[in-house]
């Protein structure tokens, strides 16, 4: 069973640029998340999907960032215009039913998103 | 908010030693999710505690919850040089509800053959 996919794995861009990125959850997966390591500090949560639907986009820094699940299936994170503080390693996770605390999430293996 | 501070930051071991990895909530934990992360791949999922008390085992790993639910160990016996990566305790700070985690910001560990 293939698990959680990002693409790409690594993004350089220039600061005011676009980049999109993308996760492929595993099949069946209901819940989809997005998180978010900037240098030195921790892991942080940015949002979470059920379906397509946002159920909780707390922790969206701010509007640069735009969150879409198409159909419920593979989920983009743009980002529009990036700044250098935006760079870090953008996790995705997904899990199987919504409200099931017993069932774990399954990462992938990041993008690392360097502006310059 | 919720704060997971895990101790030590870091850690470097001789091949063979045991080690133990710390993790301390702020609040009382509802979920404990233990997660290990090498350079450029992703978090792997190794525990989840839950109950006040519970201790689980994979391998040579073993994950302890505190009766309180406010302190994990991680605790790896005999350790191997496949061992070494990142460490992080992550606890669901929604209550239950959803799989929303705070993490920890992360054990380093070096493992010396």
């Known amino acids: 069973e293939a698990g959680v996919t990002q693409f790409p794995s690594h993004s350089v861009i220039e600061k005011g640029q676009t980049v999109t990125l993308r996760c492929d959850p595993i099949s069946g997966h209901d819940n989809l998340y997005w998180y978010r390591r900037v240098m030195g500090k921790e892991i942080k949560f940015l949002l979470h999907f059920v379906k397509e639907s946002k159920q909780d986009e707390s922790g969206m820094p701010n509007n640069r960032f735009l969150a879409e699940r198409t159909g419920g299936t593979y989920s983009t994170l743009k980002v529009q215009p990036a700044e250098l503080e935006d760079s870090g390693v953008y996790f995705c996770?997904?899990?199987?039913?919504?409200?099931?605390?017993?069932?774990?999430?399954?990462f992938g293996q990041g993008t690392r998103l360097t502006v310059v | 908010s919720q704060e997971l501070e895990q101790s030590p930051q870091s850690l470097i071991v001789q091949e063979g030693k045991n080690l133990t990895i710390n993790c301390t909530s702020s609040k009382t934990l509802y979920g404990l999710y233990w997660y290990k992360q090498k350079y450029g791949e992703g978090l792997i999922f190794l525990m989840m505690?839950?109950?006040?008390?519970e201790e689980k085992s994979h391998e040579k790993i073993t994950a302890k919850l505190d009766e309180k639910k406010q302190q994990s160990s991680l605790h790896i016996t005999a350790s191997q040089p496949s061992h070494a990566g990142i460490y992080l305790c992550g606890a669901d700070s929604s209550g239950g509800s959803n799989y929303k985690l705070t993490f920890g910001k992360g054990t380093l560990l070096t493992v010396n053959p």
């Open positions: 996770a997904s899990s199987q039913d919504w409200g099931r605390v017993d069932t774990e999430a399954f």
């Open positions: 505690l839950q109950k006040g008390g």
